[in-house]
């Protein structure tokens, strides 16, 4: 098969957004501080190198359909939709939040041209489908670093009545 010059276009904005997601998440980690440094740390560099997979998984793909993929690093800088990252030293609540929004607008970016890959190449869809799973878990990972517990957590009876001692409840 040979891939139509829209789907070759559709698989290059994949790409390139794959391919700033991985400079993004390494300029993150390089450049994240403050609390949970360590984890959010590592979890950059699981996320980068996912990226990284991703993006060649991508443009093997489109050199399979006879496309030509273009990572240039100006190439990518002209046309990835997601937004630059900032510099400097960021706190780890910051990297979490700008993190999950790179995500999700990689994610936005191959849900938005997902039903014409199917409709042209379901092989190359079904790509889509397992790298838009890993992300979105990423995001949800990451993003749990901001929430709040939402569980009302009381002690049990018996933690209560402490050593040696038994509470009405367990003295039954």
């Given at each position: 098969?040979?891939?139509?010059?829209?789907?070759?276009?559709?698989?290059?904005?994949?790409?390139?957004?794959?391919?700033?997601?991985?400079?993004?998440?390494?300029?993150?980690?390089?450049?994240?501080?403050?609390?949970?440094?360590?984890?959010?740390?590592?979890?950059?560099?699981?996320?980068?190198?996912?990226?990284?997979?991703?993006?060649?998984?991508?443009?093997?793909?489109?050199?399979?359909?006879?496309?030509?993929?273009?990572?240039?690093?100006?190439?990518?800088?002209?046309?990835?939709?997601?937004?630059?990252?900032?510099g400097g030293l960021v706190d780890t609540k910051d990297?979490?939040?700008?993190?999950?929004?790179?995500?999700?607008?990689?994610?936005?970016?191959?849900?938005?041209?997902?039903?014409?890959?199917?409709?042209?190449?379901?092989?190359?869809?079904?790509?889509?489908?397992?790298?838009?799973?890993?992300?979105?878990?990423?995001?949800?990972?990451?993003?749990?670093?901001?929430?709040?517990?939402?569980?009302?957590?009381?002690?049990?009876?018996?933690?209560?009545?402490?050593?040696?001692k038994t509470s009405a409840a367990t003295a039954k």
């Amino acid at each position: 098969m040979k891939a139509s010059k829209t789907l070759s276009t559709t698989l290059q904005s994949v790409l390139v957004d794959l391919i700033e997601l991985n400079i993004q998440g390494k300029q993150a980690h390089w450049n994240v501080v403050g609390k949970n440094f360590r984890d959010l740390h590592l979890q950059l560099d699981e996320i980068v190198a996912a990226a990284r997979v991703f993006a060649d998984e991508v443009a093997e793909r489109m050199r399979a359909l006879h496309a030509l993929p273009d990572g240039r690093s100006t190439t990518v800088a002209a046309s990835t939709s997601l937004e630059q990252y900032p510099g400097g030293l960021v706190d780890t609540k910051d990297v979490a939040k700008l993190v999950v929004a790179r995500l999700e607008g990689t994610v936005a970016t191959m849900r938005t041209v997902h039903d014409e890959v199917d409709e042209e190449d379901p092989t190359t869809a079904d790509i889509l489908h397992a790298v838009i799973a890993k992300l979105e878990q990423f995001a949800w990972m990451v993003d749990a670093e901001n929430l709040s517990p939402t569980a009302n957590v009381t002690e049990p009876a018996a933690a209560k009545a402490g050593p040696g001692k038994t509470s009405a409840a367990t003295a039954k």
